[in-house]
C-alpha cells in the first residue's frame, strides 16, 4: 500500500474534481466531511496505529489509556514478554477471586503479569495486579486517535487506493443538508466506502503479522467452548503451574 501525504486543500479540490466540479458546500463544509470520512475509516479499518508506554499502579490491575489511542489491540510486558488476551467474564467464571491476586499472592498466581482484557475502549486490565508500582512496565500497541485536519495545509498520510473513497464518502455527508434526489445520488459513495474497508479490513485480518499484533489469533474461538480449556489454563499450564481444571 503507497501512502502520501495529502493537504486539506488537496482533498477539497478532489472533491469537487469527483462531483464534476458542481459544489454545493462551503470549505467548512468540506472540512467536516473529511474528518468525518477519515475517523470512519480509521474506525473500520484501525488504519492509524501507535505505541504507548504505560505505568502500573500498585495493587490496581486496571490501566488507562491515553487520549491519543482510541482502543488497545496488543499488550506485552516492558521486558518483552506477551500478555495473553482474554475477557472479564473468562476471568470471573474460571478464577473469581482474580481482583484481588497479585504477582506477590504466591500458589498458582504468576510473578509477572500473564493476562489482558479490555474494560472499554480506553481502559484495560491485567491479571496478576503488580505488587508495588510499575515504571514504563507496559507496552501497549493499538488504533491511534484520527487525525484531524484544521487548515488546508494541514497534511494527512493516505494510501493512494483510498484517497478517492475519502472525498466520495465526505461529498455523502456535504449532501445530507440537501436530502432528496442529491443526498440519495451520493449513496453509491457510501456503499463503495463501506466495502472498501470491509476488504481492507479482510486483507488486514488475513496477514498472520497483522493477526498477532491485534490479538486476533485465537484458535479457541473456533472451537466449541464446552470443556475446553480457556485462555486461563494454557497460560498458566504453559508456566508449569498448578491450576483448576
Known amino acids: ?73 496488543r499488550v506485552r510486558l516492558s521486558t518483552g514478554a506477551p500478555l495473553h488476551p482474554t475477557s472479564i467474564l473468562e476471568l470471573d467464571l474460571q478464577r473469581p477471586t482474580w481482583r484481588l491476586e497479585t504477582t506477590a499472592s504466591g500458589g498458582d498466581v504468576p510473578t509477572a503479569p500473564l493476562l489482558w482484557a479490555p474494560i472499554s475502549l480506553q481502559r484495560i486490565l491485567f491479571w496478576p495486579a503488580t505488587v508495588g508500582a510499575g515504571v514504563n512496565n507496559f507496552d501497549v500497541d493499538g488504533v491511534s486517535d484520527t487525525p484531524i485536519l484544521l487548515q488546508d495545509a494541514d497534511t494527512v498520510d493516505l494510501g493512494d487506493e483510498i484517497v478517492d473513497y475519502i472525498a466520495d464518502f465526505a461529498i455523502h455527508c456535504v449532501a445530507f443538508k440537501e436530502a432528496g434526489p442529491r443526498w440519495r445520488a451520493t449513496k453509491g459513495f457510501f456503499t463503495a466506502f463501506i466495502q472498501a474497508a470491509a476488504e481492507e479490513n479482510g486483507l488486514l485480518k488475513a496477514n498472520q503479522a497483522y493477526r498477532r499484533f491485534a490479538g486476533l489469533d485465537r484458535r479457541r474461538d473456533m472451537q466449541k467452548t464446552h470443556g475446553v480449556k480457556t485462555q486461563l489454563d494454557v497460560a498458566i499450564g504453559g508456566l508449569g503451574l498448578g491450576g483448576e481444571g
Open 1 to 73: 500500500m503507497p501512502y502520501t501525504t495529502t493537504t486539506l486543500m488537496a482533498l477539497k479540490v478532489l472533491m469537487a474534481q469527483r462531483w464534476d466540479q458542481s459544489v454545493f458546500w462551503t470549505g467548512e463544509e468540506a472540512r467536516l466531511g473529511l474528518n468525518e470520512a477519515l475517523r470512519d475509516w480509521n474506525l473500520l479499518t484501525g488504519r492509524w496505529r501507535r505505541r504507548v508506554t504505560l505505568s502500573s499502579l500498585a495493587g490496581n490491575p486496571e490501566l488507562p489509556l491515553p487520549a491519543t489511542m482510541t482502543y488497545g489491540m
